[in-house]
């Protein structure tokens, strides 16, 4: 994939320092098991010991089950997913060997947004989601998870870059295309299949956890906290950039005149002032702003709640917030039917032919006023809300904060079903208790921070920051130390391990392409080593005799080289890994065969070592390999060499669309997906695409592989060379890969596409003008 993170291979490469620490903000993570009340709400699905005893593990056994959140639960984990493009997939699990399940879907209708899958028949993990071209894409890992062993899983997600690690080792590092988050009303999230018939996960899950933020795995594996910036992090950097051409120009012309003026500063007498929201106060100067009273001091606003006073409000009245004060006043009341309603307060009321009748608070009391005309709803009745203050319903999903809110600083406004809240923002606490008024928390002085040792906590709006003390070295963002073992070669990790320096100690990582604990690291290869090879290096392969290629994947033909040791009255016969030495007709032989250094007499029949469903003979000399025929009437068949003859309905799967049925062992292609049913498990997996060596390629519709273009303007996937900039309508540098409105309009939408300008009219933009 060479498109998604426009500067994808650069952002891969710019390893600037740490980027997060160990603690977890709730209100980021996602804790499956937890928010589904696992094992209550799943039957069949039971609590079993897990990895370890931190937390509570699942069983999904082989049997009919439904593990779906519920549309309210899912909503909440949606409203944290939504238009999200950094976020982290962690789970602990222990899967059954050979089986193919869906570990959680995340699928509105036949569009899988986000769902992550284990194939034990292909050896494969493969993550699928919606592109932001609106594509199904997959990414596909070769890795054996389905091994009936415990693994640490986290796959990491920052727009176009994305990390995969298995038991805290890096295995995969990709640039991808970017996700589309944008989850429809209806989306469903299943968890160890992908719905009631397909996709069952048989296995044990501990610790599934979604976490909005790119580097989620640190929880998972502390040890690993060192990263390069995301992509995400990188993209901002670049848009900053373009900004900052912009403002250039401009500040260097006010620059001159400020420079001017206060050329003329020099013989004036300046009074230290305070400036807060385009306000200048004088020294000693106080104000009200909200719930605050602040005042100018030497140059520095200071500010203190506000101490609302006690009042005692005359009849027929009582103490009520109004819009644009902080405090309460009294402000004049209705009761009606035992309740207390303010002056202008609204309330409905239905009759017994069910008829609305609409009241409100008039000189203390609750006086009928006419209906308003309601408009015409365009929502099923189902959808369809009830209001309190109005006899008009309205369709779930209203945005009540567009029509006016009373949310200040620090504070915004949040849409319930049938009235709008406010809410602080992260990081900031309530002043008063409808949240209308936020402060900052300064968690330095309340110690709710992560600061360690050799550090000092300073408060910023909203978070905090850890300083080094003087005399010190940072470790990560929460850390420093005054030794580093790594520089000083003081260390115990391998030569292909990374060395990261900690307090009081360091820690060893195995290098990209290598695994094991750091003080021992060995060599991993990509695509494996094949029959019998084995991996030395980094995707380097020590082939057995017999077989060459990256992979160890060819077979050396040592008959047509002359690389065998047959005597001069046999004939040698190329085998799969070696050679046979064949007595020739009309020869005085034993008639006995030479099969992988073994003796083979003549007439004996064996099943080869490595691949159970093959069966070999001893002929006169002559090693016969075969297939092994599948006869069905046989009740002693091996079912997995011949799955077609497994008559149980169980070992039958369901099509996706639930109206075909399959034998096991039957084959189908599906959305550009090779299906195979075999044994009741459905696994399907990408169609091969030739590669494609262009710099321009757009997918065709209804097609399943990309074709190369010659038009940029028509490519929706481009090979984007950085070097490549262009000049837009006003002659400003753009990097390739970015996009902006055209001056002078409002719906012109333009792309730098690798020196290429091309730009398009948004037809809804249009429609919304």
Known sequence: MESGCGLGTLCLLLCLGPVVGFGVDPSLQIDVLSELGLPGSAAGVRQVPGLHNGSKAFLFPDTSRSVKASPETAEIFFQKLRNKYEFTILVTLKQAHLNSGVIFSIHHLDHRYLELESSGHRNEIRLHYRTGSHRSHTEVFPYILADDKWHRLSLAISASHLILHVDCNKIYERVVEKPFMDLPLGTTFWLGQRNNAHGYFKGIMQDMQLLVMPQGFI???PDLNRTCPTCNDFHGLVQKIMELQDILAKTSAKLSQAEQRMNKLDQCYCERTCTMKGMTYREFESWTDGCKNCTCMNGTVQCEALICPLSDCPLNSALAYVDGKCCKECQSVCIFEGRTYFEGQRETVYSSSGDCVLFECKDHKMQRIPKDSCATLNCPESQQIPLSHSCCKICKGHDFCTEGHNCMEHSVC???????????????????????????????????????????????????????KTGYIRIDDYSCTEHDECVTNQHN??????????????????KL????????????????????GACIASNVCACPQGFTGP????????????????????????????????CPHGK????????????????????????????????????????????CENPT?????????????????????????????????????QCRCLQGEVDCWPLPCPEVDCEFSVLPENECCPRCVADPCQADTIRNDITKTCLDEINVVRFTGSSWIKHGTECTLCQCKNGHVCCSVDPQCLQEL
């Open 513 to 532: 392409g290598y695994t094991g604990n750091g003080t021992v690291c060995k060599a991993f290869c990509k695509d494996g080593c094949r029959n019998g």
């Open 219 to 221: 929880s998972q594996c």
């Open 493 to 510: 990790c391998d030569e292909n391990a990374l060395c990261f320096n900690t307090v009081g100690g360091h820690n060893c990582v195995c």
């Open 637 to 673: 068949v091996d079912l997995f060499c011949c799955p077609e003859c497994d008559p149980r309905l169980s070992s039958q799967c369901l099509h996706q669309s639930g109206e075909l049925s399959y034998n096991s062992g039957d084959s189908w292609i599906q959305n550009c997906q």
């Open 588 to 631: 005085n032989c034993t008639g006995d065969c030479i099969h992988e250094d073994k003796i083979k007499h003549n007439g004996q029949i064996w099943v080869l070592e490595n691949d159970r469903c093959s069966v070999c003979s001893c002929q006169s000399g002559y090693v016969m390999c075969r297939r092994m025929v599948c006869d």
């Open 414 to 468: 949040r849409n319930l079903d049938d009235r709008a809240v406010c809410s602080c923002r992260d990081g900031f606490r309530a002043l008063r208790e409808d949240n209308a008024y936020c402060e900052d928390i300064d968690e330095c002085a309340e110690g709710q921070h992560y600061c360690r040792e050799n550090t000092m906590c300073v408060n910023t709006p909203g978070s905090f920051m850890c300083i080094c």
């Open 551 to 582: 992979s160890c994947e060819t077979d050396i033909d040592e008959c047509a080289t002359g690389r065998h040791s047959c005597a001069n009255d046999t004939v040698c016969f190329n085998l799969d890994g070696g050679y046979d030495c064949r």
